[in-house]
Nanobody, 126 residues
Framework: QVQLVESGGGLVQAGGSLRLSCAAS????????MAWFRQAPGKEREFVAA????????SYADSVKGRFTISRDNAQNTMYLQMNSLKPEDTAVYYC???????????????????WGQGTQVTVSS
């Protein structure tokens, strides 16, 4: 069973930075890809970024390209999301997700990720 635990959320002013962490446990066979999604109040959960555990290929939503960076530490089984130049519209609960995606599977599809963390709140004040 894969377990995911997020940390690092908080309150920050617009233009500031935060780094989220997601500690993973369980067989790596089931989590060759990990991702961040977010959900703002009254909105659907949306894709933020994803990374292949082996090889490190990444994918980003257009709304965060150039501001957010996803990375992973294989030895620590931890994924990170460095968020810079934060905007009020980045306010949301951020979720870590993991799954075993086939080579051409869409990174941004929620249905590709059977494992989810509990979420961490990020609030950006204007």
């Amino acid at each position: 069973q894969v377990q995911l635990v997020e940390s690092g959320g908080g309150l920050v002013q617009a233009g500031g930075s935060l780094r989220l962490s997601c500690a993973a446990s369980g067989p790596t066979f089931f989590r060759n890809t990990m991702a961040w999604f977010r959900q703002a109040p009254g909105k659907e959960r949306e894709f933020v970024a994803a990374i292949r555990w082996s090889g490190g290929n990444t994918s980003y939503a257009d709304s965060v390209k150039g501001r957010f960076t996803i990375s992973r530490d294989n030895a620590q089984n931890t994924m990170y999301l460095q968020m810079n130049s934060l905007k009020p519209e980045d306010t949301a609960v951020y979720y870590c997700a993991a799954g075993r995606l086939m080579e051409y599977a869409p990174f941004s599809s929620l249905s590709e990720y059977p494992y989810w963390g509990q979420g961490t709140q990020v609030t950006v004040s204007s």
